[in-house]
């Protein structure tokens, strides 16, 4: 399982947090999402398939604009389809 999370800050930057910090009350996932394992210290990384592609996030941080523009797209996609659903749980924190 990977130790971290990557949520979205309140500046609109993905960032890992501890997961040691959550409680997670549904492991609920999309269905089009990605899943990949590592069988060392059993790992595992999980996101929208446009995320999946490798180095990803470093050239994101990197201000790289096509990373920048793709992470926008899928994460108002998500975001508006997604949004009954997770806005009616007490524990999402509202956009």
Same mark, same amino acid.
């Given at each position: 399982?990977?130790?971290?999370?990557?949520?979205?800050?309140? #500046?609109? #930057?993905?960032? %890992? +947090?501890? =997961?040691? =910090?959550?409680? /997670?009350?549904?492991? $609920?996932?999309? *269905?089009?999402?990605? =899943?990949? #394992?590592?069988?060392?210290?059993?790992? @595992?990384?999980?996101?929208?398939?446009?995320?999946? /592609?490798?180095?990803?996030?470093?050239? $994101?941080?990197?201000? *790289?604009?096509?990373?920048?523009?793709?992470?926008?797209? +899928? @994460?108002?996609? %998500? $975001?508006?389809? @997604?949004?009954?659903?997770?806005?009616?749980? #007490?524990? +999402?924190?509202?956009?």
């Amino acid at each position: 399982m990977t130790d971290e999370f990557r949520l979205v800050n309140d #500046e609109g #930057e993905p960032i %890992l +947090v501890p =997961r040691s =910090r959550f409680d /997670v009350l549904d492991d $609920w996932l999309p *269905n089009d999402w990605v =899943r990949e #394992e590592a069988e060392v210290d059993a790992w @595992y990384w999980c996101g929208p398939p446009q995320f999946a /592609v490798q180095g990803f996030f470093e050239r $994101w941080h990197d201000g *790289n604009n096509h990373e920048r523009q793709v992470f926008a797209d +899928v @994460y108002e996609r %998500l $975001w508006h389809h @997604y949004e009954a659903q997770l806005g009616a749980q #007490e524990m +999402v924190l509202k956009r």
